[in-house]
T-cell receptor, first 117, second 111 residues
Framework: DTEVTQTPKHLVMGMTNKKSLKCEQH?????MYWYKQKAKKPPELMFV???????INESVPSRFSPECPNSSLLNLHLHALQPEDSALYLC????????????????FGPGTRLTVL | GNSVTQMEGPVTLSEEAFLTINCTYT??????LFWYVQYPGEGLQLLLK?????DKGSNKGFEATYRKETTSFHLEKGSVQVSDSAVYFC??????????FGDGTTLTVKP
């Protein structure tokens, strides 16, 4: 199983809503990532988890709150988002067996397309 | 800091044409280099990678060679197909967990 799954596929939310994005992998990977991708732009790294511990936070606003409940699951909790947060949110995972290494191949999920009204 | 520069697109080719997408990078150390492909409505898929100078990555007819002397990692394919139409991203990873992506090149292959 070389798949990273993400749910939901699409999400529309108001600025006062609270919602969560979910990401799952069963490849035994120990590093997991959240990216944000705007249309016609490359992905921007938001967070990296290594062995279920947050290792990188790219100065993301606190209205985005990541959580890694176990080695297979990664959540992104959303609260009080702005319309400019509308984007494709991509999850990825990599082996990370010796911590996260530069040569690790990242496997991406299909993304959640988020629209904030 | 690190940066990746890709040739500007979009690129439009006829089926069976030769493809080159240029990618050059700036890095302070010895990064790993990657090409990712993104089909419409999907996430990124790793196409190929190279982890040290002179390594050649290859997959599905695509090739790229890590050239340290020219800091380049150009993507090539001898004969493109309509199904190759997608956005292609060149990326480097030097600091563990942090990838730097190019802006992407949109390829359209016409029958």
């Amino acid at each position: 199983d070389t798949e990273v799954t993400q749910t939901p596929k699409h999400l529309v939310m108001g600025m006062t809503n609270k919602k969560s994005l979910k990401c799952e992998q069963h490849m035994g990977h120990r590093a997991m990532y959240w990216y944000k991708q705007k249309a016609k732009k490359p992905p921007e790294l938001m967070f990296v988890y290594s062995y279920e511990k947050l290792s990188i936070n790219e100065s993301v606003p606190s209205r985005f709150s990541p959580e890694c409940p176990n080695s297979s699951l990664l959540n992104l909790h959303l609260h009080a988002l702005q319309p400019e947060d509308s984007a494709l949110y991509l999850c990825a995972s990599s082996l990370g067996l010796a911590g996260v290494v530069s040569a690790d191949t990242q496997y991406f999920g299909p993304g959640t397309r988020l629209t904030v009204l | 800091g690190n940066s990746v520069t890709q040739m500007e697109g979009p690129v439009t080719l006829s089926e069976e044409a030769f493809l080159t997408i240029n990618c050059t990078y700036t890095a302070t150390g010895y990064p790993s280099l990657f090409w990712y492909v993104q089909y419409p409505g999907e996430g990124l898929q790793l196409l190929l990678k190279a982890t040290k100078a002179d390594d050649k990555g290859s997959n599905k007819g695509f090739e790229a060679t890590y050239r340290k002397e020219t800091t380049s990692f150009h993507l090539e394919k001898g004969s493109v197909q309509v199904s190759d139409s997608a956005v292609y991203f060149c990326a480097l990873s030097e600091i563990a967990g942090k990838s730097t992506f190019g802006d992407g090149t949109t390829l359209t292959v016409k029958p």
